[in-house]
Protein backbone atom coordinates (compact mmCIF):
# COMPACT_ATOMS: atom_id res chain seq x y z
CA UNK A 1 0.00 0.00 0.00
CA UNK A 2 1.32 3.17 -1.10
CA UNK A 3 0.54 6.89 -1.01
CA UNK A 4 -1.37 6.44 -4.62
CA UNK A 5 -3.84 4.09 -2.60
CA UNK A 6 -5.21 7.65 -0.43
CA UNK A 7 -4.78 9.51 -3.06
CA UNK A 8 -7.21 7.57 -5.27
CA UNK A 9 -9.51 7.43 -2.50
CA UNK A 10 -9.76 11.03 -1.97
CA UNK A 11 -9.96 11.94 -5.58
CA UNK A 12 -12.79 9.77 -5.84
CA UNK A 13 -14.65 10.72 -2.68
CA UNK A 14 -13.88 6.84 -1.75
CA UNK A 15 -14.01 8.09 2.32
CA UNK A 16 -16.95 5.65 4.16
CA UNK A 17 -14.00 5.59 6.57
CA UNK A 18 -14.87 9.45 7.09
CA UNK A 19 -16.94 9.60 9.86
CA UNK A 20 -20.47 12.07 10.22
CA UNK A 21 -19.87 13.16 13.86
CA UNK A 22 -17.32 13.21 16.45
CA UNK A 23 -16.09 9.90 17.42
CA UNK A 24 -18.26 9.02 20.75
CA UNK A 25 -14.93 7.33 22.27
CA UNK A 26 -12.99 10.41 21.82
CA UNK A 27 -16.14 12.58 23.21
CA UNK A 28 -16.35 9.44 26.26
CA UNK A 29 -12.74 9.38 26.99
CA UNK A 30 -10.58 12.25 26.12
CA UNK A 31 -10.93 13.82 29.60
CA UNK A 32 -8.72 10.50 30.97
CA UNK A 33 -5.38 12.46 29.60
CA UNK A 34 -6.01 14.90 32.03
CA UNK A 35 -5.21 18.26 29.70
CA UNK A 36 -5.21 21.75 30.65
CA UNK A 37 -7.18 23.89 28.09
CA UNK A 38 -4.81 25.29 25.40
CA UNK A 39 -3.13 22.05 24.88
CA UNK A 40 -1.53 20.96 21.72
CA UNK A 41 -3.09 17.56 20.48
CA UNK A 42 -1.74 15.82 17.16
CA UNK A 43 -3.54 14.00 15.20
CA UNK A 44 -1.99 11.51 12.97
CA UNK A 45 -3.40 10.52 9.68
CA UNK A 46 -6.51 12.87 10.16
CA UNK A 47 -8.33 13.56 7.10
CA UNK A 48 -10.77 15.88 7.45
CA UNK A 49 -11.94 14.21 10.39
CA UNK A 50 -14.89 16.13 13.05
CA UNK A 51 -13.05 15.23 15.62
CA UNK A 52 -10.83 18.14 14.73
CA UNK A 53 -13.86 20.69 15.01
CA UNK A 54 -14.90 19.16 18.61
CA UNK A 55 -11.40 19.30 19.94
CA UNK A 56 -10.93 22.60 18.96
CA UNK A 57 -14.32 23.70 20.39
CA UNK A 58 -13.31 22.06 23.51
CA UNK A 59 -10.40 24.64 23.95
CA UNK A 60 -7.95 22.38 22.57
CA UNK A 61 -5.20 23.72 19.98
CA UNK A 62 -4.80 20.67 17.11
CA UNK A 63 -2.15 19.84 14.87
CA UNK A 64 -2.36 16.90 12.41
CA UNK A 65 -0.85 15.45 9.41
CA UNK A 66 -2.25 14.34 6.61
CA UNK A 67 -1.51 13.15 2.90
CA UNK A 68 -4.27 14.16 0.96
CA UNK A 69 -4.17 18.03 -0.06
CA UNK A 70 -7.96 17.30 -0.75
CA UNK A 71 -8.86 16.30 2.34
CA UNK A 72 -7.48 19.29 4.07
CA UNK A 73 -8.38 21.85 1.71
CA UNK A 74 -12.54 19.91 2.67
CA UNK A 75 -11.67 19.94 6.58
CA UNK A 76 -10.72 24.30 6.35
CA UNK A 77 -13.49 24.93 3.97
CA UNK A 78 -15.85 22.66 6.34
CA UNK A 79 -14.13 25.37 9.26
CA UNK A 80 -14.95 27.98 7.46
CA UNK A 81 -11.38 29.15 8.39
CA UNK A 82 -8.97 30.52 5.14
CA UNK A 83 -5.54 29.11 5.88
CA UNK A 84 -2.47 30.28 5.63
CA UNK A 85 -0.14 28.00 3.63
CA UNK A 86 3.45 28.04 3.76
CA UNK A 87 5.99 25.01 2.98
CA UNK A 88 8.12 23.91 6.14
CA UNK A 89 10.84 21.12 4.81
CA UNK A 90 9.50 18.60 2.63
CA UNK A 91 5.45 19.14 3.74
CA UNK A 92 3.03 22.19 2.99
CA UNK A 93 1.93 23.67 6.56
CA UNK A 94 -1.75 24.95 6.13
CA UNK A 95 -2.01 27.17 9.59
CA UNK A 96 -4.56 29.45 11.16
CA UNK A 97 -5.55 29.98 15.16
CA UNK A 98 -4.69 27.09 17.10
CA UNK A 99 -4.58 24.84 13.73
CA UNK A 100 -1.61 23.44 12.41
CA UNK A 101 -2.55 21.04 9.41
CA UNK A 102 1.08 19.25 7.98
CA UNK A 103 0.45 18.01 4.72
CA UNK A 104 2.82 15.36 3.04
CA UNK A 105 3.98 11.87 4.38
CA UNK A 106 3.67 11.48 7.69
CA UNK A 107 7.74 10.21 7.41
CA UNK A 108 8.51 13.49 6.49
CA UNK A 109 7.71 15.68 9.31
CA UNK A 110 10.19 16.07 11.63
CA UNK A 111 9.85 16.90 15.89
CA UNK A 112 11.43 20.28 15.16
CA UNK A 113 8.62 21.16 12.51
CA UNK A 114 5.85 19.78 14.74
CA UNK A 115 6.62 20.08 18.04
CA UNK A 116 5.43 20.79 21.27
CA UNK A 117 2.81 18.67 21.44
CA UNK A 118 0.94 17.58 23.96
CA UNK A 119 -0.78 14.51 23.80
CA UNK A 120 -1.30 12.44 20.77
CA UNK A 121 -5.19 11.38 19.10
CA UNK A 122 -4.84 8.40 17.04
CA UNK A 123 -7.71 6.96 15.52
CA UNK A 124 -7.34 6.37 12.18
CA UNK A 125 -3.45 5.92 12.03
CA UNK A 126 -2.45 2.93 13.17
CA UNK A 127 -4.84 1.32 11.66
CA UNK A 128 -4.22 2.59 8.39
CA UNK A 129 -1.24 1.22 7.79
CA UNK A 130 -0.05 -2.55 6.78
CA UNK A 131 1.53 -4.40 9.43
CA UNK A 132 5.12 -4.16 7.10
CA UNK A 133 4.93 0.12 7.90
CA UNK A 134 3.63 -0.18 11.78
CA UNK A 135 6.52 -0.46 13.46
CA UNK A 136 8.05 2.61 11.81
CA UNK A 137 5.52 4.46 12.15
CA UNK A 138 4.74 3.70 15.89
CA UNK A 139 8.75 4.51 16.13
CA UNK A 140 8.46 7.83 14.06
CA UNK A 141 5.26 9.00 16.16
CA UNK A 142 7.32 8.58 19.61
CA UNK A 143 9.81 10.52 18.48
CA UNK A 144 7.97 13.05 16.42
CA UNK A 145 6.09 13.93 19.49
CA UNK A 146 8.47 12.99 22.42
CA UNK A 147 6.20 10.13 23.63
CA UNK A 148 3.51 12.21 24.61
CA UNK A 149 0.41 10.46 26.12
CA UNK A 150 -2.28 8.87 23.74
CA UNK A 151 -5.47 7.86 23.37
CA UNK A 152 -5.50 5.31 21.08
CA UNK A 153 -8.51 3.41 19.21
CA UNK A 154 -7.77 0.01 17.22
CA UNK A 155 -10.08 -2.30 15.60
CA UNK A 156 -9.49 -5.95 16.67
CA UNK A 157 -11.06 -8.70 14.07
CA UNK A 158 -10.17 -11.91 11.89
CA UNK A 159 -7.79 -10.03 9.41
CA UNK A 160 -8.40 -13.30 7.00
CA UNK A 161 -11.69 -12.44 6.54
CA UNK A 162 -11.70 -8.69 6.20
CA UNK A 163 -8.88 -7.20 3.54
CA UNK A 164 -8.11 -3.79 5.78
CA UNK A 165 -7.85 -0.83 5.60
CA UNK A 166 -8.75 -0.47 8.59
CA UNK A 167 -6.45 -3.49 9.65
CA UNK A 168 -6.86 -5.38 12.61
CA UNK A 169 -4.38 -4.39 15.63
CA UNK A 170 -4.59 -7.25 18.36
CA UNK A 171 -3.61 -6.54 22.00
CA UNK A 172 -0.22 -8.06 21.65
CA UNK A 173 0.27 -6.04 19.15
CA UNK A 174 -0.27 -2.86 20.80
CA UNK A 175 2.07 -3.86 23.31
CA UNK A 176 5.04 -4.98 21.06
CA UNK A 177 4.66 -1.07 19.73
CA UNK A 178 4.25 0.41 22.95
CA UNK A 179 5.19 -1.66 26.00
CA UNK A 180 8.70 -0.49 26.58
CA UNK A 181 8.11 3.25 25.99
CA UNK A 182 4.16 3.79 28.23
CA UNK A 183 1.94 2.44 30.73
CA UNK A 184 -0.83 0.57 28.78
CA UNK A 185 -4.44 0.95 29.86
CA UNK A 186 -6.99 -0.52 28.26
CA UNK A 187 -10.22 1.57 29.12
CA UNK A 188 -12.95 -0.24 26.58
CA UNK A 189 -13.47 -2.42 24.30
CA UNK A 190 -16.62 -2.79 22.57
CA UNK A 191 -18.29 -4.75 19.55
CA UNK A 192 -18.87 -2.86 16.37
CA UNK A 193 -22.52 -2.64 15.70
CA UNK A 194 -22.83 -4.89 12.56
CA UNK A 195 -20.08 -5.83 12.13
CA UNK A 196 -16.53 -4.43 10.28
CA UNK A 197 -17.76 -3.75 6.53
CA UNK A 198 -20.85 -6.01 7.81
CA UNK A 199 -18.26 -9.37 6.91
CA UNK A 200 -17.36 -9.97 10.43
CA UNK A 201 -17.34 -9.18 14.04
CA UNK A 202 -15.28 -7.26 15.14
CA UNK A 203 -13.82 -5.44 18.68
CA UNK A 204 -13.40 -1.34 19.08
CA UNK A 205 -10.25 -1.30 21.79
CA UNK A 206 -9.87 1.90 23.48
CA UNK A 207 -6.12 2.74 24.72
CA UNK A 208 -5.13 5.23 27.39
CA UNK A 209 -0.95 5.22 27.09
CA UNK A 210 0.65 7.10 29.32
CA UNK A 211 4.50 7.84 29.34
CA UNK A 212 6.94 8.83 32.04
CA UNK A 213 7.49 12.37 31.05
CA UNK A 214 3.56 12.15 32.78
Known amino acids: MDASFW ?7 EIAFHEREANPLLVKYFKKLSLAEGSRVFVPLCG ?10 NGYRVA ?9 EQL ?8 KISV ?9 ENIDIFVGDIFHLSDK ?9 DRAALVALPETMRN ?13 PQLLICYEYDQ ?12 EEVNLHYKDHYNLNPIESKNVIGGLKGKTTAKENVWLLQSERN
Not at 49 to 57: A, C, E, K, R
Not at 65 to 71: D, F, M, P, R
Request: proline residues 6%; glycine residues 6%; aromatic residues 10%.
Open 7 to 13: HKKWGKN
Open 48 to 57: KTLDIPWLLS
Open 64 to 72: GAELSKIAI
Open 76 to 83: FLELDVAP
Open 88 to 96: VGEVDHYSA
Open 113 to 121: ILRPVDAIY
Open 136 to 148: RYTTHLMKITDKA
Open 160 to 171: SLVEGPPFSISN
